[in-house]
């Protein structure tokens, strides 16, 4: 069993490790995640909406497919 002061260390340690994106997201989340990683964070906050617009791009594009 772990001390207190080994589970901070342990939770710390593994809150703050560099983690590889899931290739189970979705490519824009996953895109986002690896803008974030690089950068301050400025290009994934601008990137969100553009990833907005192609997902209700998707959307509007497959309700009028099934409307025919």
Request: glycine content about 6%.
């Amino acid at each position: 069993m772990y001390s207190a002061g080994q589970q901070v260390a342990a939770t710390t340690e593994a809150a703050t490790a560099p983690v590889a994106p899931d290739e189970n997201l979705p490519p824009l989340l996953r895109e986002a995640l690896q803008i974030m990683d690089s950068d301050d964070g400025e290009q994934a906050f601008l990137h969100s909406p553009e990833s907005l617009i192609r997902g209700f791009e998707v959307q509007l594009t497959n309700s009028g497919q099934s409307q025919r």
